[in-house]
C-alpha cells in the first residue's frame, strides 16, 4: 500500500521560498506521478501541478495560477518529491498536500499535509 | 479556464438522501471524481471514474454524471457522513486539474 509522509510545518517572511518534501513508501517514484495541492483556511482545494507523464509537456505541468513561481522535483534514489513555492505572500498560507495521480486523473491517496505559514 | 460549480452546502436528516451537485460545461463529457474531506484532515476519494467505489467505500455512495451536471448521492446518511466534498475533473483541452468549490454536507 502507497504512503505518502510530507516535511514539517514551516513559517517563512513574505518574498521568501518554500520547498515541502513528500516521501513515497510503498513504491517507488519512478512508477508514480505526484501532484500538489493547496488549501487556504477555511477554503476549498486548489491544484498547483504536478508531474505529467505525457512527453510532449516536459514531464511537469502547473497551474495557470502559479505557473513561474512553483516548481516541482522529484529526487527517485530517495523516492522524494518536492514542490517550492518562490516569491511567498501572506495569501499563500496554506496547508500543501502532495497526492498521487491515477491512471484517470484523480488524486489518491494523499499526504498528511503541510502548514506553510507566510507572516511578518 | 474550466470551471466547476458547487453549492456551498446541504443539509439532510439522518437516514434521508444527500444530493450533491457538480456543474461544469458539458461535464458529461469528462471524467468526474469526489473527494470527502473532514475537518484537519487530507481528502479521500469516494467515487471516481463517474461512479466507480474505491475498496472501503459504502455502496451508499454512488455518482452520476450527464449533459452539465454530475451529482454525488449519499443515501442512508449518518452522522458520519458530515463533511466537505468536492468534485474533480482533468481538463484534457487546457491539461489542467481542476476542484469544484466544496460543498458543506451537515447532518441535521
Known amino acids: 500500500q502507497v504512503q505518502l509522509l510530507q516535511s514539517g510545518p514551516e513559517v517563512k517572511k513574505p518574498g521568501a521560498s518554500v520547498k515541502v518534501s513528500c516521501k513515497v513508501s510503498?513504491?517507488?517514484?519512478?512508477?508514480?506521478?505526484i501532484h500538489w495541492v493547496r488549501q487556504a483556511p477555511g477554503k476549498g482545494l486548489e491544484w498547483m501541478g504536478g508531474?505529467?507523464?505525457?512527453?510532449?509537456?516536459?514531464?511537469?505541468v502547473y497551474a495557470q495560477k502559479f505557473h513561474g513561481r512553483v516548481t516541482v522535483t522529484e529526487d527517485t534514489s530517495t523516492d522524494t518529491a518536492y514542490m517550492e513555492l518562490r516569491s511567498l505572500t501572506s495569501e499563500d498560507t496554506a496547508v500543501y498536500y502532495c497526492?498521487?495521480?491515477?491512471?484517470?486523473?484523480?488524486?489518491?491517496?494523499w499526504g498528511q499535509g503541510t502548514l506553510v505559514t507566510v507572516s511578518s | 479556464s474550466y470551471v466547476l460549480t458547487q453549492s456551498p452546502s446541504v443539509s439532510v436528516a439522518p437516514g434521508q438522501t444527500a444530493r450533491i451537485t457538480c456543474g461544469g460545461a458539458?461535464?458529461?463529457?469528462?471524467?468526474v471524481h469526489w473527494y470527502r474531506q473532514k475537518p484537519g484532515q487530507a481528502p479521500v476519494v469516494v467515487v471516481h471514474?463517474?461512479?466507480d467505489r474505491p475498496s472501503g467505500i459504502p455502496e451508499r455512495f454512488s455518482g452520476s454524471n450527464s449533459a452539465n451536471v454530475a451529482a454525488l448521492t449519499v443515501t442512508r446518511v449518518e452522522a458520519g457522513d458530515e463533511a466537505d466534498y468536492y468534485c474533480?475533473?482533468?481538463?484534457?483541452?487546457?491539461?489542467?486539474?481542476?476542484f469544484g468549490g466544496g460543498t458543506k454536507l451537515t447532518v441535521l
Open positions: 497526492a498521487i495521480d491515477m491512471p484517470l486523473n484523480w488524486f489518491d491517496p
Open positions: 510503498g513504491n517507488t517514484l519512478t512508477e508514480l506521478s
Open positions: 471514474g463517474d461512479s
Open positions: 458539458n461535464i458529461g463529457s469528462k471524467s
Open positions: 508531474f505529467d507523464p505525457d512527453p510532449e509537456n516536459g514531464g511537469t
Open positions: 474533480q475533473v482533468w481538463d484534457s483541452d487546457s491539461d489542467q486539474w481542476v
